[in-house]
């Protein structure tokens, strides 16, 4: 259960490995958490990951979950639940970015990342919502990203997946109220991780731990949509206004 | 009449406590006692809980996913018999409901909270206190015997001669033994529905500590409301106000007329959209708090005042809690023993210059426990205070203040609590093994459950 002060005492992390995903978890953490699970594809670096969060009275597990794999998913769920009980927050922090020059072209490159990206999105995300629904309680952390907000040339693919799963997140979202489930999209622009390793950082680039800061406040403030950095509210509510012609050559990154 | 619809998705909705914090949906019925068996026959995997009035600060009257009960029941229902002086009553009645009954005809009820807005259910499953506890105990020392309906259904009479440790498991159970449908209760004969009371304004926390453990024998009620936000020589201050049930020859002619007489009015409601915040900040907190100390007398005695007056000033403005906006409140309230005096001046001390603003905290001394494994009172210090939900490094504050608490050998009351561990818990509550296998025996099932006890780990 989450406490008064509204600190999970269960937390899942969906692609355990993740930097973002990471920093969230770090973020919440309180004296009252009592277990993170990691749910990785890779299991050997989710255990390098759990070796550095645990302390004191937190147990932090390591399971097996490929986001590809959606049929697999409410089982892995179901086993998280059936050891450790409710789920207070799920975070989906699992997406690949994908070469956006090959991604364009190639049918085969293209779907995987669309399948991992979206459809393993929305089916884990659904399998999470079922238990959380049953439970009365729980909060979803979605991943999103301003790369759904106006989808770029440079990676449409990565781009269209996470419009997607933002759009789906917040329809979601909606239909949860009701049975005490609280959703939250998290859009950030680029983020120093794994994931942008090597690549020009955009303006208004930030860190995981600064994404990990605005989503806890966001979660106690009962938020459905946050921006990291929070300027990019108002960067995107006017760069979704800008004419066709002029947005295609604006220096984005 | 409740309909019976199993938990189906038709009565979902979301509870919180009186703190407002951290909602959660259920599955919500009102039922009368005769039906209560067969509605939790329907709950699924995640249980059943009765609910009085939601009065607890948390999440003690939450079962997310689950099904919650409230009794129905009439105070008309209650049996007084004058003789023995007790009360038999369906625990879904409440205090208000009661006294209203019980005033006139010249008894009291044995203990009373700061609110009359709880159900007996409540007051016994939270073996809840009053300011007469350095007497005369908790409510769970004035119950003769209770009704229980257990997890299998069926019904057993307990009392503290009849299956001892079950009614004990029950008196602080927080009602993860079983559904109290009624109880019989001892009562105080009052000749006047007055009190006297003796108010002093005590300048620091020494000066509190000594009157108190001096003077408070000689009072039936006592308590202090300290102002939280007195720091350096002046920490600690507060008015200490005791008290008795006024005899007839302390009543002046008009009083006389009807010495009787009880019927307490609700004089205004919170609106229900107040502006988070908007009400309560750290400036207006500190301005009330010095107001209230100045206006209160240096020294007065033997002044009559009315019991509302007296015991639930708080109840003069319906759902007040809403002043503290949408993150709601949390209460923190905790015990330390005798001799820890110096720890209760640390936990002030850092409270005062924390800049969480707070109203009026509560400072008693407590008398002698009772044979429940989770009674909360034992013999020393309670402080209870209320903190906005929104308050800047709350968590780590009150965590610090667990601390001090637990390692003074005090404990946290489970009726206040939202926000403390099952480490805390266990620490603070060294009979909790004991009681988990009374409640083990009676309910292997884990049918009991709720918030709380899945947050603090007593239903694991
Ligand atoms: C303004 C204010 C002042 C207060 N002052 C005091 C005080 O001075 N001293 C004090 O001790 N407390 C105080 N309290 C706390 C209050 O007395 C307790 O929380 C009490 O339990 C509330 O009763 P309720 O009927 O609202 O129960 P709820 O809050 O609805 O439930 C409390 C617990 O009782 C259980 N329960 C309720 N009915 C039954 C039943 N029939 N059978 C089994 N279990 C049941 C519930 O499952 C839950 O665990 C105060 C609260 C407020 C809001
Ligand atoms: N970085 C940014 O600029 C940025 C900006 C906006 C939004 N986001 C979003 O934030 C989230 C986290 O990204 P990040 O920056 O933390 O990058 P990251 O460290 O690369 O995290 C991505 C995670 O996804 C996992 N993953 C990839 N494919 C998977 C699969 N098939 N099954 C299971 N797990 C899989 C990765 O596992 P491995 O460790 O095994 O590869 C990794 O744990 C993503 O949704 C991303 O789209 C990122």
């Known amino acids: 259960m989450d406490n008064a002060l509204g600190e999970p005492q269960t937390i899942l992390l969906l692609g355990g490995t993740s930097d973002i995903g990471l920093a969230i978890v770090r973020e919440v953490l309180s004296p009252g958490a009592r277990t993170v699970v990691l749910a990785c594809r890779n299991v050997e670096k989710g255990e390098l990951a759990a070796a550095g969060l645990r302390h004191g009275g937190l147990a932090v597990h390591v399971v097996h979950f490929n986001g590809s794999d959606t049929a697999s998913h409410e089982q892995v769920i179901a086993d998280v639940v059936a050891q450790h009980g409710d789920i207070d927050l799920a975070i989906l922090a699992f997406a690949q970015l994908g070469d956006g020059a090959v991604t364009s072209k190639d049918v085969q490159a293209a779907s995987e990342i669309a399948h991992v990206n979206f459809t393993g999105t929305v089916s884990a995300t659904i399998a999470v919502a079922n238990r959380m629904r049953g439970q009365g309680h729980g909060a979803i952390v979605m991943l999103s990203s301003v790369a759904g907000e106006r989808v770029r040339a440079a990676n449409p693919v990565y781009g269209g997946t996470k419009a997607g799963i933002d759009g789906f997140a917040q329809g979601l979202g909606d239909a949860l109220a009701a049975d005490g489930v609280h959703m939250m999209v998290v859009r950030p622009g680029f983020v120093h991780s794994a994931m942008t390793q090597g690549l020009k950082a955009a303006p208004f680039s930030t860190t995981p731990e600064q994404v990990a800061a605005v989503t806890a406040k966001g979660l106690r403030a009962g938020r459905r949509t946050v921006w990291a950095p929070g300027i990019l509210r108002y960067v995107f509510s006017a760069l979704r206004h800008v004419p066709g012609p002029v947005w295609r050559r604006l220096p984005l990154g | ?382 402080l209870a205070l209320d903190v906005p939900g929104s308050a800047r490094g709350l968590a780590d504050l009150l965590h610090g203040l667990d601390r001090l608490v637990l390692d003074a050998g005090g404990r946290h009351y489970f009726a206040k609590d939202g926000r403390t561990t099952a480490a805390a818990i266990r620490q603070g509550y060294p009979r909790l093994e004991e009681w988990k296998a009374v409640r083990d025996s009676v309910d292997p099932e884990h049918v009991w459950q709720s918030d709380l006890s899945r947050r603090l780990g007593l239903t694991d």
């Open chain 2, 1 to 382: 009449m409740a309909i019976l619809t199993g938990v189906s998705m038709q009565n979902r909705r979301p509870l919180t406590g009186w703190g407002r914090t951290n909602a959660t949906v259920a599955e919500v019925i009102e039922v009368p006692n005769h039906e209560v068996a067969a509605a939790v026959k329907e709950a699924g995997p995640r249980g059943a809980l009765v609910r009085g009035l939601g009065r607890s600060y948390g999440d003690a009257a939450q079962n997310a996913g689950g099904l919650v009960l409230r009794l129905l029941g009439s105070a008309h229902q209650a049996v007084l018999d004058p003789s023995l002086a007790t009360v038999t009553v369906p625990a879904g009645v409440n205090l208000d409901e009661l006294l209203r009954v019980l005033v006139p005809r010249g008894f009291f009820v044995p203990v009373t909270p700061g609110t009359r807005f709880v159900t007996i259910g409540g007051a016994i499953a939270s073996d809840i206190h009053g300011k007469n506890h350095h007497v005369e105990g908790s409510f769970g020392n004035h119950v003769r015997a209770l009704t229980l309906l257990l997890a299998d259904g069926s019904t057993v009479v307990i009392g503290p001669q009849q299956q001892p440790e079950l009614f004990w498991a029950t008196i602080g159970g927080m009602g993860l033994t079983g559904v109290i449908l009624d109880a019989t209760v001892g009562l105080l004969p009052i000749e006047t529905s007055r009190m006297s009371v003796d108010t002093t304004r005590i300048p620091d926390l020494d000066a509190l500590f000594s009157a108190m453990s001096d003077g408070d024998d000689d009072f039936r009620y006592s308590v202090a409301w300290i102002d939280p936000q007195a720091k350096g020589r002046h920490l600690g201050r507060s008015v200490l106000g005791r008290g008795d049930h006024a005899r007839l020859d302390q009543l002046g002619p008009k009083e006389l007329l009807s010495p009787l007489a009880y019927g307490p009015k609700q004089l205004a409601s919170v609106p229900p959209l107040v502006p988070p915040m908007g009400v309560i900040n750290h400036a207006t907190v500190a301005a009330f708090n010095e107001v209230w100390y100045r206006k209160a007398p240096l020294h007065r005695e033997g002044e009559l005042k009315g019991i509302a007056g007296f015991f639930h000033p708080l109840d003069m403005v319906s759902r007040w809690n809403r002043v503290y906006g949408s993150s709601g409140m949390v209460q923190y309230q905790f015990v330390v023993p005798f001799g820890e005096e110096e720890a209760m001046r640390t936990v002030i001390e850092r409270l005062s210059v924390s800049g969480a603003a707070s109203f009026l905290a509560v400072l008693k001394r407590f008398g002698a426990g009772n044979d429940s494994p989770l009674s909360f009172p034992a013999p020393g210090w309670t």
